[in-house]
């Protein structure tokens, strides 16, 4: 069974940096895409970035472009999102994400995601 955990969330000022990881387990990591996402009360999860199995390709939603790095270390199971330049508007649970199917290329959409972390809350204050 594949499990998420995700880590590293928290409070910080604007302009601020976090550093995200998501241990996974339970198949293959290095066989699968992975996906952030982040959701906040009243509005559908949104997707930030998301990087391919081997890590070569990536891509990343307009609004964190240039300020957040996805990566993914395949030898510990983890794959980060690295914060940067926080802005208030980062506020938000963010969710780790993995697809079922396996595939050279990343998925961007949330329904093409078939198992979630529990989310850690971020929170950026102004």
């Known amino acids: 069974q594949v499990q998420l955990v995700e880590s590293g969330g928290g409070l910080v000022q604007a302009g601020g940096s976090l550093r995200l990881s998501c241990a996974a387990s339970?198949?293959?990591?290095?066989?699968?895409?992975m996906g952030w996402f982040r959701q906040v009360p009243g509005k559908e999860r949104e997707t930030v970035a998301a990087i391919n199995r081997s890590g070569g390709s990536t891509y990343y939603a307009d609004s964190v472009k240039g300020r957040f790095t996805i990566s993914r270390d395949n030898a510990k199971n983890t794959v980060y999102l690295q914060m940067n330049s926080l802005k208030p508007e980062d506020t938000a649970v963010y969710y780790c994400?993995?697809?079922?199917?396996?595939?050279?290329?990343?998925?961007?959409?949330?329904?093409?995601?078939?198992?979630w972390g529990q989310g850690t809350q971020v929170t950026v204050s102004s």
């Open positions: 339970g198949r293959t990591f290095s066989s699968y895409g």
């Open positions: 994400a993995a697809p079922k199917l396996s595939k050279s290329y990343y998925y961007t959409l949330a329904k093409e995601y078939d198992y």
